[in-house]
C-alpha cells in the first residue's frame, strides 16, 4: 500500500504538475488540500482537476472568515507592513494553509505533506516552519525545491501528459490571490526597470480609468475590530471584501517593491492589496488619536516585528502570542470611525471621531479658548534640558 502526502493544492500550473510528479515519480497517495481564504474558486472544477492530474482525493476547506478573524484581525491591529510597504497579503495565508494541511493529514493518515514553493522563495520558509511548529513528525516534500522547474519546463510538462492548466507562454503570471491581497509574479515583472502592465492587474483600476471625482469613505472600528465599511455592517470577511472594491475601484492599493526575501536576496514584488491599503491606514490613524504617545512609540517598533515574524514564517511563534497580546490590550481604546478620501490612486485620511479620542482642543486651540498654562512650558524645558546644560557646563562648551 502507497504512503499519503497531503499537498497544498491551488489549482495553479505548479501544484497541479506536482499532483502528478508526487504521484508517478515520489510513490505516493496524493491528498489535494485547498483552502479558500477567498480567492473564490469553483471548488467542483478544482476537484476535477486534481483527480485528472492524479489525486486520490480532495479536501477544500472553507476559510475566509476564519483568515479574516484569525490572520488578517491580528495583522490589522499591527499594521503590519512588511518594510513598512506590504500588506503580509501571501504570507498570512501560509500558516492557516499549514494548519489544513495538518488536519488533513491526521485525518487521512498521511505520513507526509508537500508544497509547491521553490528553493529561493519566501513560501518554503513559511510552509516548513508551519508544519514543524505543528506537527513536527509529518515528513515536508518539496519537489519544486529538489528539481528547480522553470515555468516553461512546468507548462511543457502539464501538455505532456494533459494536465488541466490556467497558464499558458502567452499569460506568464503566476497569481496568488485572498482577502487581504493579490500577489502578481513573472513575466515582464521580473525586470526592476520595467513598469507593471496594465493587464497584471485585476481588482485595482488605474488612475486614469478611475472615477473623476474623489469618494469618501467611512470605516468604523469597535476596540481596533471593523464593524462598518461605508456605513454597512457584516462580517469581518465581508468588510474586507467591501473596503476592496470600493478603494479598488478608485486605484488604490497597488504596489510595486523591491522587496527582501528570507534567503537573503532581493526581489521585485508586485502587488494589489486595495482593503488591507485603506483598513490599515484609517486603523492607523485611529490609533494615533486614541492611544498615548509612550504606548505608540513602543508598538511602532512592536509592528515592526510582528511583521518581519509574519514574513519570516514564525507565525506559530510563542513571540507572535505575546506581541498579540499586546496589541489586544492597547487595541480596547481604538473605537470610533475614520473618513478617507480616495481618488485616481490616492488615499488620503481626512477626518476621525471617537468617544475616546485624546485630542483636546481647549488645549491645542490657539483660539481665545486656549486653556493650556503656556507660563508652565518654561519650567518644563528648564528639567528636560537641565541633563544637556550640564553636559555642556561641563565639557566648557557656551550655553
Not at 480596547?332 to 490612486?345: A, D, W
Not at 479658548?369 to 562648551?397: M, P, S, Y
Request: proline residues 5%; hydrophobic residues 45%.
Amino acid at each position: 500500500m502507497k504512503k499519503k502526502i497531503v499537498l497544498a493544492y491551488s489549482g495553479g500550473l505548479d501544484t497541479s504538475v506536482l499532483v502528478r510528479i508526487l504521484s508517478a515519480d515520489y510513490g505516493y497517495d496524493v491528498i489535494a488540500c485547498h483552502v479558500d481564504v477567498g480567492e473564490a474558486k469553483d471548488p467542483e472544477q478544482l476537484r476535477a482537476r486534481a483527480l485528472k492530474a492524479g489525486a486520490v482525493a480532495l479536501e477544500v476547506a472553507s476559510a475566509r472568515e476564519e483568515f479574516a478573524r484569525d490572520f488578517c484581525l491580528p495583522a490589522l491591529s499591527a499594521n503590519a507592513l512588511y518594510e513598512g510597504v506590504y500588506p503580509l497579503s501571501a504570507a498570512l495565508s501560509r500558516p492557516l494553509i499549514a494548519k489544513h494541511l495538518v488536519a488533513a493529514a491526521r485525518k487521512h493518515g498521511a505520513v507526509a505533506v508537500a508544497h509547491g514553493a521553490t528553493g529561493k522563495g519566501n513560501d518554503q520558509v513559511r510552509f516548513d516552519l508551519a508544519v514543524k511548529g505543528l506537527a513536527p513528525d509529518l515528513a515536508i516534500v518539496a519537489p519544486q525545491r529538489e528539481r528547480n522547474i522553470s515555468r516553461d519546463e512546468a507548462i511543457a510538462y502539464a501538455q505532456q501528459h494533459g494536465i488541466e492548466i490556467p497558464a499558458t507562454r502567452k499569460s506568464p503570471f503566476s497569481v496568488d490571490e485572498n482577502l487581504w491581497g493579490r500577489s502578481i509574479e513573472g513575466g515582464v515583472l521580473e525586470d526592476p526597470a520595467a513598469a507593471p502592465p496594465e493587464e497584471a492587474f485585476a481588482w485595482t483600476k488605474s488612475w486614469r480609468d478611475a472615477p473623476a471625482e474623489p469618494r469618501l469613505l467611512s470605516i468604523r472600528f469597535d476596540g481596533g475590530v471593523p464593524v462598518e465599511v461605508d456605513e454597512q455592517g457584516g462580517t469581518v470577511a465581508e468588510l474586507i471584501a467591501r473596503a476592496g472594491a470600493i478603494a479598488g475601484e478608485h486605484g488604490v492599493g497597488r504596489i510595486d517593491l523591491v522587496e527582501d526575501r528570507v534567503v537573503g536576496i532581493k526581489s521585485r514584488e508586485v502587488y494589489e492589496c486595495p482593503a488591507a491599503t485603506a483598513l490599515i491606514a484609517a486603523h492607523r490613524d485611529l490609533e494615533r488619536f486614541t492611544t498615548l504617545a509612550m504606548t505608540l512609540r513602543v508598538k511602532a517598533f512592536l509592528d515592526q516585528r510582528f511583521a518581519e515574524l509574519i514574513y519570516e514564517g514564525f507565525w506559530f511563534s510563542p513571540l507572535r502570542g505575546a506581541l498579540q497580546a499586546f496589541n489586544a490590550e492597547s487595541e480596547k481604546s481604538v473605537t470610533g470611525t475614520v473618513t478617507v478620501q480616495l481618488f485616481k490612486g490616492s488615499l488620503q485620511v481626512v477626518g476621525r471621531t471617537s468617544p475616546y479620542g485624546l485630542y483636546n482642543h481647549g488645549l491645542a486651540t490657539y483660539g481665545r479658548e486656549d486653556r493650556f498654562d503656556h507660563r508652565a512650558a518654561e519650567g518644563f524645558i528648564q528639567l528636560v534640558g537641565l541633563q544637556l546644560g550640564e553636559w555642556g557646563r561641563r565639557a566648557g562648551k557656551p550655553a
